[in-house]
C-alpha cells in the first residue's frame, strides 16, 4: 500500500504538468476546431492555399527527412568505430544543435549565409555573386538545409547505439569472403537496422513537419508551408481562431501518422524476428 501511494506522489506532479499544459490546450484546440459541426474543416480544405501548404510541407519533410538520414548514418557509422572516449566528446559537440531554439538556429544562418553574412563575404572575395548567394539561404533548399542542422543529430543518436552494438565480425567475414566494404554494409548491416533507420527517418520527418520557429524567422511567409499558415492566421494580420485549430489538428493528426508508422514498422519487424 505504501509503495503504491509513493508511485502515485513521484507520478502525481508529472501527471498534473501534463494535464495541464498538454491535455487541456489540446482539448479547448479540439474543440474549437469541431465547433459549429466542422465548418472550420471545410473551410480549410475548400482553399487551394491549404493543399498547396500541404504539398510543399511534404517535400519539405521527406527530402530533408532523408538527407538528413543519410549524413545521420554516416556520422554515426564513423563515431561507432571510435574508441569510447573520443566517441563521447564528439557526440558532446554533436549534440549541441539541439540545445538551441529554432529561432537561434535561423539568426544563426542568416549571421551566416546572409547577404553580410561572414562566409558569404569570403565567398564574395573569390568572385562568389554576394546576392545570389545569400538568396539560397531564403529559399526552401536553405530551410531544408537550417533543418537539416539540428535534425542530424538527432539522427545519430537513434542509430548509434544500433551501430555499437552491431556485431561487426558479419561485415568481416563477408569482407573475408571478397565481398567490398560497400556491399557489405549495404546488404548485411542495413537490412538488419531498417527498424531504427525507419524510426529515426519517421522521428526527423514529423520534426520537420511540424516546427516553425526556424521557417518563421528565415523564409518569413515567402515559402508556403502548413506551421506558417497557421502562424498567420493567429499573428497581428489574423484572428481567425476556428481555422487555425482545425489547422493545428490537421498537423497534430499528419505528425502523429508518421510516429506511429515508424513505431508499427519497428514493433512489426522485431516480432518477426523474434518469429523467426
Known sequence: MRRRWLL?????????FLLLFFLTPLFGV??????????AFWGLFEGNLFWSGLKGSIVLA??????????????????ARLSQKVRSFL???????????????????????????FITLLLAKVGVDPT???????????????????????????????LINFDSSQLLAAQSLGASRFRSVAEILLPQIMPSLFTAYCLVAA????AYGTALALV????????????????????DFPAAAALSVVLLAL??????????FASFKERGHQEA
Open 220 to 239: 518569413g511567409t515567402q515559402v508556403n508551408i502548413l506551421p506558417l499558415q497557421l502562424f498567420s492566421k493567429i499573428s497581428e494580420t489574423g484572428s
Open 30 to 39: 479540439v474543440t474549437e476546431a469541431f465547433g459549429n459541426g466542422g465548418v
Open 132 to 162: 545570389e548567394f545569400a538568396g539560397f539561404i531564403y529559399s526552401p533548399y536553405g530551410l531544408g538545409f537550417a533543418y537539416a542542422y539540428y535534425l542530424i543529430p538527432r539522427v545519430v543518436l537513434i542509430i548509434l547505439p544500433v
Open 207 to 210: 520534426v520537420a513537419l511540424g
Open 8 to 16: 502515485f506522489l513521484l507520478a502525481g506532479p508529472g501527471a498534473l
Open 255 to 264: 505528425c502523429s501518422f508518421i510516429m506511429a508508422a515508424g513505431e508499427g
Open 91 to 117: 557526440l558532446a559537440l554533436l549534440s549541441l544543435p539541439l540545445t538551441f531554439s529554432g529561432l537561434i538556429v535561423a539568426y544563426g544562418f542568416i549571421l551566416s549565409f546572409g547577404r553580410a553574412g
Open 62 to 79: 521527406t527530402v530533408t527527412a532523408g538527407v538528413s538520414l543519410m549524413v545521420g548514418f554516416g556520422v554515426a557509422y564513423h563515431l
